[in-house]
C-alpha cells in the first residue's frame, strides 16, 4: 500500500462523534410524549395485550363521508400539482367568509387566512413569524406538549404560568401580569385545552386581552377544539373582542379534531396582514402548499358548513356520554378529583394524593393493568394524568375497572 493510502485510512477512520452532528435545535427538542405513549400502548397491543388506551389526541371516528368524497373526487380531477402557499382560493376565501361572520375579521380578505398542513404547523408558523432570540413566550401550564418545543425552536424562551385544578386550570390576567418581562412578546391561549378540557369564560378571556392591548403584547389563540363543546358551554374567540384584538391575536384552528381529519393533515390561521404574510413566506420556503387535494375536502366541509355540523353534533352525543361516563367512574375512585371538563376530548384528574409522580403514576399503570394514560408531567402539571375519551365505552368501562384496582394497591 503506498503512503497516500495509508494517510486516507488513518483519517477516514477516525470515529466520529455522531452528537456533534446535531444542530442545538435537534440537541434541544423533545419528541411529543403523547405520540409515544400511543405508540408504546400500540406497540403492547400488537404484542398480544389487551391496553385500555386512553393515550390517544385524536377522534375515534372515521371522517365525515361527504368530506371524504370531495377529497376524493378533487383527486380523481387531477388536484394533484402545487397550489398557492396560503392554500387553494376557495377555501381561504371560505374561511375569510366565516371568520368574518364570527367577528375574527373585520373584512372578508382571505390574505389574511393561511391553510397549513395542520394546526401544528400553523401554531409553529404563528410562533416563528413573531417571536426570536431574545423574545419570552408566556405559556399557562397544563400545555399543549408542543407550545414549548415550538418557542425553543424558534430561539425564543418559554415561560410557564401556572393553573391547577383549584382554579379550574385557567391562569388569570392578573397572573399573567405578574409574570410579564418587557421581552414578552407573546401568550399563547388553549380554549378548549388540550390536556384539561377546560373553557375560558368571556370574562376571563376579555381582561387577557385587555392586558395584551394595554401592554403591547400578541395572543396566539390555539382554537383546535372550538366546536367540540358540552354542557351548552360557548366558545369565545379573542380576536372577535374589537379592532385592536383582530390585529392582536393570531388565531389557529383546523379541521383535525372537529372533523375526525387529523390524517388529512389540515389546519388554518388568521392574523392581520403583516403576520398572515409573513406566515405564507415562511410556508412557501418550507413546506409549501397543504395537500391539494386534501384541501378540497375541506371546502366541502366549510361550504356544506349545516351539514358537517350535523356529523360534528353526532359525534358529540358520543363523546359526550363517554365523557360522563369516565368522569362519573374517576370521581369514584377514593384518592381521585376530576374536574368536569366542557370541551375537548380530556379529562385531566388529580391523582397527586396517592404520592407517586405522575410519570411513575403512569408508567405503573401501563405496566401493571395495561392502560395507557399520558403522565401530566409531559403537560406541565405533575400531579395530574391526562385520559382521552376519544375510545370505546367497553375501553372506558374496563379501564375505569383496572384505574380502581391500581389506586386500590397503592
Ligand atoms: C391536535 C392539536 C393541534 C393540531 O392538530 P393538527 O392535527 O396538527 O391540526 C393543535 N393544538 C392542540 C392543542 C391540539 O391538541
Redesign the pocket.
Known sequence: MDLKRIIFLLITNIPMNLENMLSPWAKNVSPSPTLAVDAKAKELKAAGEDVCGFGA??PDFDTPSFIKEAGAKALAEGMTKYAPAGGIPALRNALAQQYHDLGVLKEVNPAQIVVSP??????YLAILATCGPGDEVLIPAPY?V?YPEMVKLAGATPKFVFAGDDQGFKVSAQQIKEALSPQTKLVIL?SP??PTGCLYSQAEMEEIVALACSKDFLLMS?E??EYLLYDGAEHYRPASFGDDARDRVIT?S????TFSM?GW???SLVANPTIAKAVASLQSQTTSNATTFAQYGALAAVENWEKAMEAVTEMLVHFDRRRLKLLEGLQGIDGVSCLRAQG?FYLFPNVSSFGLSSEEFSARLLEEEKVAAVSGHAFGADGYVRLSYATSDDIIEKGLTRIKSFCERL
Open positions: 389526541g385524536e395542520g394546526g401544528k404547523y400553523s401554531c399543549w408542543s388553549n385545552s388540550n390555539d383546535i377544539y389557529v383546523g379541521f383535525s379534531k387529523t393533515r389540515l389546519g375537548a
